[in-house]
């Protein structure tokens, strides 16, 4: 029996907490507690090697183990020794297995309900370096500027390059409000960067919403337990502020990392109306499983553009790839991660948990994201010079292939407003550096508000340009834009 349906980031971490593994980038569905799922293999999932092979690698790994026990240079505790050796046993196989102690597993329990201690930075291990793949909004890592694919070299003037992300992370929790130092490098920035940042209790705001003139603007930062919830609640809030004349919508799904599979569903059937959302297909075809949509959209159809882009992965891949393939949303921006693995939360009692990938999931035209990510119908890249979220799926070592989806080449799109072809693929050369705090400066979402506006028949506004600088007086002389 089930227990819960979601999705975990098991490849990455966030700051504040003992490895405590981020939601996102893959589906997976928590087991209920019981050592035999964890313990027993199905018949048909007997290994190759006979029992007498068995034996012998068994016996292999004591002589190790008793090895390194009585020779290695400082005193290891068993516990320490097989942890390891569980975590190297499931590592082996793809980026996403892995083992965690009862700490880590009670750690990433208490994240998914969105609440937790720390610097709001979502970090993952790149061979032996520590990068950033997302801060999360307003947190003390997305205020103090740290972007997406910074590296952290060293806290608090103690180099972490090289290290395990688990002793990574647990140098940068600590109590709230105690300082920390961070030492980032960032790509183009010719000195590294320092930061120093209050740690605090972190509570995550899933969803924010705006509107500009008529169109709805909502954005989703990860798929926890309250995002359906908070998405209706800022739909109906939008409508208000419309008048009830609300005539589009824009649904920001950049640098999600991902969340609870329920959850994705639940946002994609809040659009589509009928059909299949996602679908699963594990090893054994008992275990494979679907979900379709609930008949309602809370929109009644309104014209809708979803933003992606490199750190948009998982969930958020599930719902993009859902509305894009029932046409029933435009895509703009740029290729997603590329996370189409299902992983496995298997408690051990008193002993944490197994993450094990299961499954493969496909989108409703059966298409297997895994390693190619979605792509946009409409590109535009954040800046000129942007290289994207360059680490993605394809980019990890061990990856699962992509296999068993409809591999038939998609034919382009019919149904794209006119509008489409005039959309420029980068901003124009005199475009202000990005800020997440500043629509204004934010290229792919002025682009994607022109589209909605076009296929809602609101008067085309000219292309986004961007703000004229200050005039200069005595008093400033830097021309800096304000």
């Known amino acids: 029996m089930k227990f819960r349906t979601g999705l975990m980031l098991g490849a990455t971490a966030m700051t504040g907490l003992a490895l405590a593994f981020s939601p996102g980038h893959f589906p997976a569905r928590i087991l209920l507690p019981a050592p035999v799922q964890a313990q027993t293999a199905t018949p048909d999932a007997a290994p190759t ?36 050796a569980l975590n190297g046993m499931l590592s082996g196989l793809d980026p996403h297995s892995s083992y965690m102690t009862q700490k880590q597993y009670e750690d ?21 370096h520590i990068r950033v793949v997302s801060p999360i909004d307003g947190t003390p890592g997305f205020r103090a500027g740290i972007k997406a694919g910074d590296y952290i070299i060293a806290v608090d003037g103690h180099t972490v390059d090289g290290m395990p992300l688990d002793e990574a992370v ?78 589009g919508l824009v649904l920001d799904l950049r640098n999600d990392p991902g969340g609870l599979l329920d959850q994705a569903v639940e946002v994609s059937s809040s659009f589509i109306r ?67 693995s299902v992983q496995s939360i298997i408690p051990i ?11 493969r999931y496909y989108t409703p035209s059966g298409r297997s994201i895994q390693a190619l990510g979605i792509m ?21 070592e061990h990856i699962l292939k992509n296999q068993g989806g409809n591999t038939t080449k998609p034919q382009p799109r019919t149904d794209l407003p006119a509008i489409a072809a005039d959309i420029p693929n980068e901003p124009p050369a005199n475009w202000p550096e990005f800020d997440y705090t500043k629509p204004s400066t934010d290229f792919q979402l002025q682009e994607g508000l022109r589209v909605v506006r076009s296929m809602a028949g609101l008067p085309a506004p000219a292309p986004a340009v961007p703000a004229a600088p200050a005039p200069k007086t005595p008093a400033k002389t830097d021309g800096a834009q304000h």
């Open 170 to 247: 647990k140098k940068m929790r600590g109590k709230p409000d105690t300082k920390i130092t961070l030492t980032l490098v960032r790509e183009k920035t010719p000195k590294p960067i320092v930061v120093t940042l209050t740690r605090e209790i972190i509570h995550i705001d899933v969803v924010k919403s705006a509107l500009y003139d008529r169109i709805g603007y909502i954005r989703i930062a990860q798929f926890n337990e309250t995002t359906e919830k908070e998405l209706l609640k800022a739909y109906n809030t939008l409508r208000q502020q419309a008048g009830g004349k609300l005539a």
């Open 108 to 128: 990433m329990m208490v994240q998914m309900k969105g609440e937790f201690g720390g610097l709001g930075l979502e970090l993952q291990q790149q061979d032996g």
């Open 49 to 84: 090697a006979n029992h007498a092979e068995t034996y012998r690698l068994l016996t292999l790994f004591g002589t190790v183990l008793d090895l390194v026990r009585s020779d290695y240079v400082e005193p290891v505790s068993d516990r320490d020794l097989i942890t390891n």
């Open 349 to 359: 009692p008193g002993n944490g948990a197994v993450r094990l990938t299961t499954a």
């Open 274 to 340: 009928s059909g299949e959302i996602v679908s699963t297909r594990a090893r054994h075809p008992k275990d494979s499983q679907r979900w379709d949509a609930h008949g309602t959209d809370i929109t009644d159809g309104l014209p809708m553009v979803v933003l992606i882009n490199g750190g948009s992965a998982s969930a958020s891949e599930i719902v993009s790839g859902a509305l894009q393939d029932h046409h029933r949303a435009v895509l703009l921006g740029t290729r997603s991660f590329g996370k189409g």
């Open 376 to 396: 946009p119908d409409i590109t535009v890249k954040e800046t000129r010079d942007d290289p994207g979220l360059s680490l993605r799926e394809a980019d990890l």
